[in-house]
């Protein structure tokens, strides 16, 4: 025989009303200071081509000073209640493993932000809310700057709090080529001693 207690009433309400207060209202995450992205089009393009998200899907990438893609990672979102404590957990899971920390840093560099693919149209949802709250929570426990927050919808794309948006591409639409935002690989490294070495070597 088992012995046990069942949740009350008052139990699920207080859990509940905690729930409701891990979220953003879009005036909170106006005024929150989120950096504009310099060209969100290429941005939203390269991610979609990079991860083609269906619905459900979340999108979190880390850009340099320059808006450029240095890493990113995409999974679906369990069908569980939307909770920005959840939601901060799975954000920052993906970053420790696609980034290391900027924890040392006095100021963040680094920049998260976060493309979320869902039913629906553009406008702001209390999910909407719960992912904002957790991808501000996961950027300062992981040393980022919280940065933009876009939705993907069959609509289109729409970053949220700047009223900036686009057709294309959009939950249905094939992933196009490789945008700008997705950071060229280094140059190759010339000149200096050991290139002269391997010069000399080949030419022999």
């Known amino acids: 025989m088992t012995f046990g207690f069942a949740p009350s009433s008052a139990a699920s309400l207080s859990t509940s009303a905690a729930s409701a207060t891990r979220l953003l209202e879009p005036a909170e ?51 569980t209640p939307a909770d920005g404590w959840m939601f ?50 996961a950027c300062t426990l992981h040393g980022l700057r919280c940065g933009a927050y876009i939705t993907l919808t069959r609509d289109g794309w729409q970053v ?3 009223g900036r ?17 997705v950071a060229p690989p280094p140059p190759p490294r010339t000149g200096g001693v050991a290139s002269e070495v391997l010069r000399r070597a080949a030419a022999r």
């Open 29 to 79: 995450w106006a005024a929150a200071g989120i950096p504009l992205l310099r060209n969100p089009r290429e941005v939203v393009s390269g991610l979609h081509a990079r991860h083609h998200p269906g619905p459900a899907t979340a999108v979190v990438a880390v850009l340099d000073p320059d808006d450029r893609l240095r890493a990113s990672a995409s999974f679906v979102r369990r069908p």
């Open 88 to 137: 901060r957990n799975a954000l920052l899971a993906q970053l420790r493993r696609v980034i290391p920390h900027d924890l040392r840093r006095r100021t963040p560099v680094r920049t998260a932000v976060l493309l979320y693919c869902r039913e629906g149209d553009g406008r702001w949802t209390e999910e909407d809310g719960a992912w904002m709250w957790g991808l501000r929570d």
């Open 160 to 162: 949220l709090g700047e």
């Open 165 to 181: 948006g686009g057709r294309r591409p959009n939950a249905d639409s094939p992933p196009e080529p490789f945008a700008t935002a």
